[in-house]
């Protein structure tokens, strides 16, 4: 039996974010999984009554299924923190250091880990950015400090396409942060309890690994275990290690990376609450490792605590 069996667990899903799709799949599966598990599942959309549906429902557990803002950025763990009402997956300080890419490359160089160079940018300049702003030249690439799922990047090759990059990224959420572009194999690496499960290496279709290569199904190939030098395959397990626990992360994250021909594993962002879809990479990567789905959502919702 699990820590939360008789009791009433709340999925929260959906929420008001740019990755909303993608969190009602997430949402559904996850419901369903522990409901087939014997768990008393009530599916809340999240909306600005969210706490006074907790409190109608009676809810004694959170599982997060939400992603994006209000959702993977400290904001509803706050919320449950002051209910009083245990939940899955990190805290509020560590939701908000995963959410920020500002704050979170800065924690990561702070603890040895490879990061590319990078610009950061305030909105407001997004329409005076040129490529002598970039000490590292292009190809770049340009990103909103303050999204997930790819939302707002974009691969710059030339002066051109620059300022609209910039400018498509100002319209979401934080600083604009560009980077040098690191060529290398994309690898994400599942992080559970603060030991890694296992790499998945990552050869889209398009481009790059954006929104529509990441929730389409057939839109990219995945790799398990990735194809790496046995090597380098520890480092970037190592560096996954590394950056949950810098970020002091809690339940299962998600670590991308680009490793280079070297070996050396240039960390992208981290991940608070991955994606649990049926195209999504840590289910892949447990289930690499023999945790099904409905364990893995078991596992999750048995570390459910109140952080703070």
């Given at each position: 039996?699990?820590?939360?069996?008789?009791?009433?667990?709340?999925?929260?899903?959906?929420?008001?974010?740019?990755?909303?799709?993608?969190?009602?799949?997430?949402?559904?599966?996850c419901a369903e999984a522990l409901r087939a598990r014997?768990?008393?599942?009530?599916?809340?959309?999240?909306?600005?009554?969210?706490?006074?549906?907790?409190?109608?429902?009676?809810?004694?557990?959170a599982f997060v299924a939400l992603h994006g803002r209000w959702g993977e950025d400290g904001s509803i763990q706050?919320?449950?923190?002051?209910?009083?009402?245990?939940?899955t997956g990190s805290g509020v300080l560590a939701s908000a250091l995963?959410?920020?890419?500002?704050?979170?490359?800065?924690?990561?160089?702070?603890?040895?880990?490879?990061?590319?160079?990078?610009?950061?940018?305030?909105?407001?300049?997004?329409?005076?950015?040129?490529?002598?702003?970039?000490?590292?030249?292009?190809?770049?690439?340009?990103?909103?400090?303050?999204?997930?799922?790819s939302v707002g990047v974009h691969i710059v090759k030339d002066a051109a396409a620059l300022r609209d990059a910039c400018r498509d990224a100002a319209g979401y959420k934080g600083d604009l942060i560009v980077e040098r572009y690191v060529k290398g194999t994309e690898v994400d690496v599942a992080v559970l309890d603060g030991k890694a499960l296992g790499a998945i290496e990552i050869v889209p279709t398009r481009e790059f690994y954006d929104y529509?290569?990441?929730?389409?199904?057939?839109?990219?190939?995945?790799?398990?275990?990735a194809r790496l030098h046995p090597l380098h395959l520890t480092r970037v397990?190592?560096?996954?290690?590394?950056?949950?626990?810098?970020?002091?992360?809690?339940?299962?994250?998600?670590?991308?990376?680009?490793?280079?021909?070297d070996g050396t594993p240039y960390i992208l962002e981290a991940n608070t609450l991955p994606g649990m879809t049926a195209t999504s990479l840590v289910p892949k990567i447990a289930a690499g490792l023999g945790i099904n789905f409905g364990e893995l959502c078991e596992r999750l919702l048995d570390g459910a605590a109140l952080k703070a």
């Amino acid at each position: 039996m699990g820590t939360w069996t008789g009791k009433k667990v709340a999925v929260l899903h959906g929420g008001r974010s740019a990755e909303r799709e993608v969190s009602l799949r997430t949402g559904q599966g996850c419901a369903e999984a522990l409901r087939a598990r014997g768990y008393d599942v009530d599916l809340i959309d999240v909306d600005l009554e969210v706490a006074r549906a907790l409190r109608e429902r009676k809810v004694d557990v959170a599982f997060v299924a939400l992603h994006g803002r209000w959702g993977e950025d400290g904001s509803i763990q706050g919320l449950l923190e002051s209910m009083g009402i245990p939940y899955t997956g990190s805290g509020v300080l560590a939701s908000a250091l995963g959410m920020d890419k500002v704050f979170s490359k800065l924690l990561f160089r702070e603890h040895g880990l490879p990061v590319a160079e990078y610009r950061v940018f305030q909105r407001g300049q997004a329409e005076h950015i040129g490529v002598g702003d970039l000490p590292f030249g292009l190809p770049a690439v340009v990103k909103p400090a303050g999204e997930g799922s790819s939302v707002g990047v974009h691969i710059v090759k030339d002066a051109a396409a620059l300022r609209d990059a910039c400018r498509d990224a100002a319209g979401y959420k934080g600083d604009l942060i560009v980077e040098r572009y690191v060529k290398g194999t994309e690898v994400d690496v599942a992080v559970l309890d603060g030991k890694a499960l296992g790499a998945i290496e990552i050869v889209p279709t398009r481009e790059f690994y954006d929104y529509t290569a990441k929730y389409t199904p057939g839109a990219t190939d995945y790799y398990y275990p990735a194809r790496l030098h046995p090597l380098h395959l520890t480092r970037v397990l190592e560096a996954a290690e590394k950056a949950h626990a810098a970020l002091g992360c809690s339940g299962v994250t998600r670590i991308d990376f680009i490793v280079t021909a070297d070996g050396t594993p240039y960390i992208l962002e981290a991940n608070t609450l991955p994606g649990m879809t049926a195209t999504s990479l840590v289910p892949k990567i447990a289930a690499g490792l023999g945790i099904n789905f409905g364990e893995l959502c078991e596992r999750l919702l048995d570390g459910a605590a109140l952080k703070a």
